[in-house]
């Protein structure tokens, strides 16, 4: 037996849950303090130990037993795993902090833990963590034995306080008997502890719920929500969505539209004629099959489901709702059209002359509009300027580097780095050469934002033409996406398709090649040279009907073609961008030859976190050595090296000569916040703009170019393909009436045609999920220049920012609650703004319930 180290182990673990749980909430109060007003911090300062006091005490006497007796092994046992968790957990929250400088929520963590890639992505934070793990270990062995002993010692003598004939010793007034003359002596010490234990059960229940609870919670406490996600009520499914609206006034019904042509007309409020007649449509494109997607469409099919709705929602449980609600355009109080304006004119003239026989869609990771291209003079170049010491030789020659740094974008954008033309060195041997006519190259979109911080939320809004389903993480597959997503959409194309079929020969004139175009079978391929496995995507890519995936584990897997990959991983998903190139080559040769439509989604992944390109790009050196920028300069690296990758997927376009006939949309999954932009970096939980602001490209050599100012998100790409298709005469006539009467069916507007930032009191809003994705909402309006961030949890903060006087968001204002905000916004930027904050808090509200109903999310 052994007995002196289990005696040994008691203390220890004693201290270390102390260290821990006490380090935790010191960096937990440092994260929050400036967040509340200096007097409130004081006087509830005691508050937010309660629970950490509580819990030490717990462990203690869990610690207690002196000999091996069950009670004191099982004790040891419980008090060993509280206390390494709580290391691992506190360790964990400093590691976090120290690479995001943001905090850590446990809910999100726990699903994070049940996915391997995840775990991989967390595993890259290791080394911080360990540290702070190792630190507190370290700090704990020299307190172990005086902290476990004294603490025991106070706790008997409270208990003896507490144990009934010694009540006596908590008056305040003692007779001392042993003295003759019964004299009084006055203790003071019950009635400071009296005092203490009345103002703090007072603090506790006087101060409110938002942020203190949050901020008083012991660790351990906000770890268990890992294991339990919040579980909602019944949302209010049945609903029809325009009822518990917060602005009625703006839906009253002499603003009602009248539906004509293929517009379905807008009345939103009670269930009502217009509503129900757009179910009733009669729709000449419907196909005998419908495919996945459009089971909105299937009226056979909606009212099977609605009547096992019926039959199976019991009283006290939720009804089975899956499938019934479904988007309805006339019934959403948000929806703004533009598709009754014309497109412009420019776009217009030029529209006979394309033809759109392939889609390529590039989602880039983690890119920034102002990486898109990098131009002189803005807040990024100003930073990366300040990074050299005056003195600095190489700072002369950082403009030179700057300007070759995103060259393919410059061409795909029609921006450029110098604002005179004259300026613009020539390319670098080995970049791509855009080799449309001067004036020629598409639609650049100045001013998008995306519709998600967390990458494949985003993604969904591009390819489905849908918002994100506010829940932390991919939940979306859990639900029904709520709109066709382009695959789909193509499938429904394919009814009726033969490639194979006529117009074999080659030398047809440009009107019949469009006729047997028309003809052609589409094919949904997506790629990317990562994993799939992060976070359901896999499932996803399925639920969008991709018919081909190209990831990580299609190429590593030894049956495949393409295996062995030809590189080294370069990140915890996979492989560089280059990984893939066989494939896509191979894949438009195929195409070509079988005379189909290729519809290409390529994700980039290099650009993301930890930014590291392969090892044969030589790295250049952009920022200087004044202060640390190692984060911007990789990051700097990677986007080059993605523009030059962006530009081998443009060239493999030109190589196989259907870049003319080829529309390839650009579009940034998000941004990515630097030191440099914010003292909290990364997309997690962060609502900085830098985190929104995309590039969004609509290329094709055939069209003019047009630089288009819109608050856009990346849900309108979808709109834009269908009216593309169908403006530049690119579909056959059955596929054309399909491609008209959906656009209408979509939320967001499209960019060829003026963008309407509000229509009848009633703005365009946007709003952007913040990664994870259940916890803040990020809310703007095309009419405004302001931006609100909301938390959908009580765990945040209000963040209100102008973007017309602080573009970069150097100054948001940050309250805990509305009204605080509101008063703030309202001392700083006046009464409208003030007003706008309020009506944008119960919109994004209203819409986060609105997104759960049409995803028929029971979550
Ligand atoms: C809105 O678009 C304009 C360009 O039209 C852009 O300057 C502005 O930054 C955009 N707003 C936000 C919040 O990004
Ligand atoms: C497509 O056309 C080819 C040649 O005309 C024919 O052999 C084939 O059966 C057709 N396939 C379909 C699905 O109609
Ligand atoms: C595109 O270019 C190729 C080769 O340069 C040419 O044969 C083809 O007709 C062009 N297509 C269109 C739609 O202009």
């Known amino acids: 037996m052994n007995l002196p180290s289990f005696r040994a182990w008691q203390p220890f673990f004693f201290s270390l849950l102390v260290v821990a749980v006490l380090s935790a909430k010191l960096l937990h109060l440092f994260q929050h303090a400036r967040s509340i007003p200096l007097l409130r911090f004081i006087i509830y300062f005691p508050t937010f130990f309660i629970q950490d006091c509580f819990l030490i005490i717990v462990q203690r ?46 809910d999100a963590a726990g699903s994070v833990a049940s996915d391997p890639a995840a775990i991989r992505l967390m595993l890259s934070g290791i080394v911080p963590v360990s540290t702070a793990g190792m630190a507190m270990v370290l700090a704990t062995w020299p307190i172990t034995p005086v902290l476990h002993n004294k603490f025991g010692c106070w706790l008997t003598s409270v208990w003896k306080l507490v144990t009934p004939g010694n009540w006596d010793m908590l008056l305040p007034v003692v007779r001392t008997k042993s003295d003759l003359s019964h004299q009084k002596i006055i203790r003071l010490w019950p009635l400071c502890v009296l005092t203490t234990i009345c103002s703090l059960t007072l603090l506790q229940f006087v101060r409110p719920a938002v942020p203190y609870d ?30 518990s609206f917060p602005l009625p006034d703006l839906l009253s019904q002499d603003l009602w539209i009248m539906p004509h042509e293929n517009y ?10 217009f509503i129900q007649q757009y179910m009733e449509r009669d729709r000449n494109w419907i196909p005998e099959t419908l495919p996945a997607g459009f089971e909105r469409w299937d009226k056979k099919k909606m009212l099977e489901a609605e009547n096992k709705a019926l039959t199976k929602g019991g009283r006290n449980k939720c009804p089975d709702i899956s499938g019934t609600n479904v988007y309805n355009p006339v019934a959403d109080p948000l929806r703004i059209s533009n598709l009754d304006l014309e497109p412009y004119g420019e776009l217009r003239e030029a529209f006979k002359d394309v033809l759109i026989s392939h889609v390529v869609l590039v989602t880039m990771e983690s890119t920034r509009k102002d990486m898109f291209p990098i131009k002189h003079d803005s807040y990024l170049h100003q930073k990366i300027l300040q990074s050299y010491k005056d003195d600095d030789s190489d700072k002369a020659q950082v403009d030179e580097k700057l300007s070759q740094l995103t060259r393919v974008a410059e061409q795909v954008t029609g921006e450029s780095f110098y604002n005179s033309p004259g300026k613009q060195p020539d390319l670098l041997p080995g970049v791509w050469r855009d080799q449309s006519a001067p004036g020629m190259g598409g639609i650049n979109v100045v001013g998008a934002l995306t519709g998600s911080s967390l990458s494949f939320k985003s993604v969904l809004g591009s390819h489905c033409g849908v918002g994100p389903l506010p829940r932390d993480f991919l939940e979306e597959v859990n639900g029904k996406i709520y709109q066709p997503c382009i695959p789909q959409i193509l499938e429904l194309f394919n009814n009726e398709k033969n490639s194979s079929g006529k117009h074999q020969d080659g030398k047809e004139a440009l009107r019949d090649y469009r006729a047997s175009v028309h003809q052609r079978e589409w094919e949904s391929v997506f790629v990317q040279s990562i994993t799939d496995r992060y976070d359901r995507q896999d499932e996803l890519n399925r639920h969008m009907s991709f018919g081909q995936s190209f990831v990580r584990e299609t190429f590593e897997d030894e049956n495949n073609k393409y295996y062995p990959p030809k590189s080294p991983e370069i990140n915890y998903f996979g492989y560089a961008e280059t990984e893939v190139k066989p494939f896509i080559r191979d894949l438009i040769a195929d195409v070509v030859a079988k005379k189909k439509r290729l519809f290409l989604s390529h994700f980039t992944s290099t650009t993301h976190h930890p930014w590291t390109a392969p090892d044969d790009f030589s790295a250049v050196k952009y920022m200087g050595s004044e202060g640390s920028h190692e984060h911007m300069d990789s990051f700097l690296n990677v986007v080059r090296y ?73 849900m309108s790409i979808l709109p834009t393909i269908l009216d593309l298709l169908v403006s530049t005469n690119s579909l056959d006539a059955t596929d054309t009436s399909a491609a008209s009467d959906l656009m209408h069916d979509y939320e967001a507007q499209s960019l060829l045609r003026p963008y309407q930032t509000s229509l009848n009191g009633r703005q365009a809003w946007n709003f952007g999920v913040i990664n994870a994705g259940g916890a803040l909402l990020s809310i703007s309006s095309a009419a405004v220049p302001y931006r609100i961030i909301i938390p959908l949890s009580g765990d945040f903060m209000f963040r209100f920012t102008n973007t017309a006087t602080d573009s970069n968001e150097l100054h948001p204002l940050e309250k805990w609650t509305l009204m605080d905000l509101a008063r703030a916004v309202r001392k700083k930027h006046g009464e409208e703004a003030a007003k706008w904050a309020t009506e944008a808090d119960a919109i994004g509200r209203w819409w986060t319930k609105e997104m759960h109903r049409l995803y028929n999310y029971n979550g």
């Open 264 to 273: 379905k007309g807008w009345a939103p409020g009670q269930d009502n004629f």
């Open 61 to 106: 006497l869990l610690l207690h037993g002196q000999t091996r007796s069950v009670q004191s092994t099982v004790g040891l046992a419980i008090g060993g795993f509280l206390a390494t968790i709580s290391l691992g957990a506190s360790a964990a929250q400093y590691g976090f902090y120290y690479v995001t400088g943001g905090e850590l929520q446990w």
């Open 642 to 714: 993605d523009d030059l990758w962006l530009g081998q997927i443009l060239g493999l376009l030109d190589e196989y000569g259907i870049a003319n006939e080829t529309l390839v949309v650009v579009v940034g999954d998000h941004g990515q916040a630097f030191e440099e932009d914010t003292q909290l970096t990364g997309t997690y939980e962060n609502g900085h703009i830098s985190n929104f602001r995309v590039p969004l490209v609509f290329r094709h050599p055939h069209l003019p170019r047009l630089q288009v100012s819109a608050n856009a998100t990346s």
């Open 214 to 243: 949050h901020i008083s919670a012991t660790l351990p406490v906000s770890l268990s929500r890992m294991l339990h996600s919040k579980s909602n009520n019944c949302p209010a499914h049945s609903l029809p969505n325009g009822k």
